[in-house]
């Protein structure tokens, strides 16, 4: 977990007990139709890992229990395995009939190896759920599909491409599920152009293959020992299975994967996640990705056929098992059960150590089940890196598009400022380059904390937005602060929209300190570059001599435009207390940091506009 | 190269929250709703 200067938040807006939402959240429950039973036998299933038992199908019966447990709540339903196909086709039009009975199930979806799938399964899905969402499994190409083979050792990979293109005649839109393993890793373009290349496919989710912890192969049941199962006895070594992948090597594959997405305009046809969730995150919006989400384990249950009823079946299995579906009657005999589970109280203690994380509100606190792998292994730092990578990485993209994957600075951290907005941000940069354009006084008040705003008070409250052609622009500056945005502004030629030179507010009990900051605005894509570029030059020659409380942090965040709405990217410059410093040994220190900082922008000014990152990009 | 990556900001710019009932996707299910205006 990296040093975290951040004001905790509650654990319940990062893990929601099912008890603490209500009519409008669905709970999402996954049908094991037919347990772990498949037709075919991919080397890294983590479903038979489980060794439960197989072969009986999910009840309609089941599906109504279930419906009138959750009487008060909306249900999405998946249809899962295993493989959901092998309960048969008069199974399946029965289940898909009970559920659209249901009026609380709200959405279903099925996901499949796409084998079986022909016009007759489509015709009925037709009849018996229109709506019904379609994922298969596809691991990119040919190559990328090795794992994925039958009992008798063979590719499904050329069956899997019929079933597409049935389905892109039949017009469906479907879901892509790829598994990320070393069989793609590198080869990210042609994956997404060939998976792309698919008329039905509008969603490619890349998932990971996080299995070093796998150490044995898959018990066989029964006497003979199928080819696929000494195929997995081959693939795994001392060292972990041949298809996992590190947590480093998914966040590289997903971001070069999105560098191809949106440069090949990709993103015209499908949906790429988890870079969409991303996406959403940066912005501040919601997503139905549970990774990143409050919406985690007590939001998905598992049904098999045995009755047993349990969590997101990504957990380890018997311990995520809650009750038998015909012990429970209500919602509320659920959510006990959640409340009773040891291995949901680990899931949430582990979420607890993310309350305070810097990168929490974008990130979600990742998925508990494979977190709680990691920490068993001693190893959670690793995937706590990974999201932070891919979070930087995804936000480099949105505003430096240009740069191969991998060689966006190392030092800009995704650090979003909220509330951050302006009146009318156009005109303000129109402004501050016109000097002719009349200005209006500005409402100038000083708190006795030497806050400068319109109110004159401590906090955060309204700032007039000067420009250095206003008559008040040094006056409407913090003098502390003054240094550093004059280099900026007069040295660097760069718009400052905000600056604070920090705060103690040690009089004011309860109020917590304001550290120093300067956002800086670009006027376009390539002052942005060339600024990025120049931050991390001077972070770089500052780094050395700064005083021992103060540590510089450079982050990328937006500000909004109150009147159209756009968001412009903008670069933050902040001087916090080093870890392990109080506030007041970072006031004693402040005079001198804002000294080294100044000199440091002031000597890379003169960096060539096609100068590299000093940090030689990522790490 | 910088007419696609215009586009494609355009793109998200254009990104709500509209859910009248929020809804968890589990990983292995790709949700097949669509991000974004053939």
């Not at chain 1, 609380?104 to 489509?122: E, F, K, M, P």
């Not at chain 1, 506009?609 to 990522?618: D, F, K, T, Y």
Request: overall charge negative; some cysteine.
């Amino acid at each position: 977990m990296p040093v975290t200067r951040t004001a905790p938040t509650d654990l319940e807006s990062l893990y929601a007990p099912m008890s603490s939402t209500g009519l409008d959240t669905a709970v999402s429950v996954i049908l094991k139709l037919r347990g772990e039973t498949c037709d075919i036998d991919c080397l890294y299933c983590f479903e038979k890992r489980k060794e439960s038992p197989g072969g009986a199908r999910i009840s309609t019966a089941q599906v109504h229990r279930l419906g009138s447990i959750f009487s008060g709540r909306p249900l999405s339903v998946e249809l899962h395995g295993g493989e959901p196909l092998t309960a048969g086709r008069e199974r399946i039009a029965e289940i898909l009939d009970a559920l659209a009975a249901q009026p609380n199930v709200i959405r279903v979806s099925l996901q499949t190896n796409g084998l079986q799938l022909d016009d007759a399964w489509l015709d009925l899905f037709e009849r018996h759920y229109p709506e019904l969402e379609i994922g298969i499994s596809l691991d990119g190409d040919a190559l990328g599909n090795s794992w994925r083979v039958g009992y008798d050792g063979r590719p499904t990979y050329p069956r899997v491409v019929e079933a597409l293109e049935l389905l892109g005649r039949r017009e469906r839109r479907v879901g892509v599920i790829c598994a990320v393993t070393p069989y793609v890793l590198g080869r990210a373009s042609e994956v997404m152009e060939h998976l792309a290349s698919f008329p039905a496919v509008t969603t490619v989710s890349l998932v990971p293959c996080f299995d070093a912890a796998v150490t044995r192969s898959t018990t066989v049941a029964g006497s003979r020992t199928p080819t696929s199962r000494a195929l997995q006895r081959r693939a795994i070594g001392p060292t972990g299975p041949a298809w996992a992948v590190t947590p480093r090597q998914y966040a590289d594959f997903v971001l070069e994967a999105a560098h191809h997405w949106v440069a090949d305009g990709l993103f015209r046809r499908a949906k790429l996640e988890p870079v969409v969730s991303v996406i959403r995150r940066l912005r501040g919006l919601q997503t139905r990705s549970c990774h990143f989400s409050e919406l985690k384990c007590d939001h998905v249950l598992t049904l098999y056929p045995d009755d047993r009823l349990g969590s997101c079946d990504e957990l380890p299995w018997p311990q995520a098992g809650l009750a038998s579906l015909g012990g429970v009657h209500t919602e509320a005999d659920v959510a006990s059960a959640q409340g009773g589970s040891r291995l949901l109280q680990q899931a949430r203690s582990l979420v607890t150590k993310c309350t305070t994380c810097d990168y929490r509100d974008t990130c979600g606190a990742g998925c508990p089940a494979v977190r709680l792998r990691f920490a068993a292994a001693g190893d959670e730092d690793a995937y706590c890196d990974h999201r932070i990578r891919l979070i930087d990485g995804v936000a480099a993209l949105l505003t430096q598009p240009d740069l191969p994957p991998g060689a966006s600075c190392s030092r800009l951290r995704w650090r979003p400022v909220r509330p951050n907005n302006m009146h009318h941000v156009s005109a303000f940069l129109a402004r501050w380059d016109d000097p002719t354009v009349p200005r209006s006084p500005a409402r100038l008040q000083v708190s006795a904390n030497g806050n400068i705003n319109t109110v004159g008070l401590p906090g955060v409250h309204e700032a007039d937005d000067l420009d250095p052609h206003h008559p008040q622009w040094y006056e409407g500056i913090e003098p502390g602060i003054r240094p550093v945005v004059d280099v900026l502004t007069s040295g660097w030629n760069t718009v400052t929209y905000d600056s604070c030179q920090g705060h103690a507010y040690a009089d004011l009990p309860g109020d917590e300190p304001r550290f120093l900051s300067v956002g800086i605005l670009p006027r376009d894509r390539a002052e942005y570059a060339r600024t990025a570029v120049r931050l991390c030059r001077a972070a770089s020659r500052a780094e050395s001599s700064l005083p021992g409380a103060c540590s510089l942090v450079l982050g990328r965040s937006e500000l909004t435009c109150r009147t159209t709405g756009r968001i412009y990217p903008t670069l933050d410059l902040h001087l916090m207390p080093a870890a392990g410093t109080t506030s007041a040994e970072y006031f004693e220190d402040l005079a001198q940091a804002v000294h080294v900082l100044t000199v440091a922008l002031a000597e890379a000014a003169s960096v060539p506009p096609s100068s590299p990152c000093a940090c030689g990009g990522e790490q | 190269e910088d007419k696609t990556f215009d586009e494609f900001l355009e793109a998200v710019a254009t990104l709500r929250d509209s859910d009248t009932v929020r809804t968890t996707a589990h990983t292995s299910n790709a949700a097949t709703e669509t991000w974004l205006t053939q």
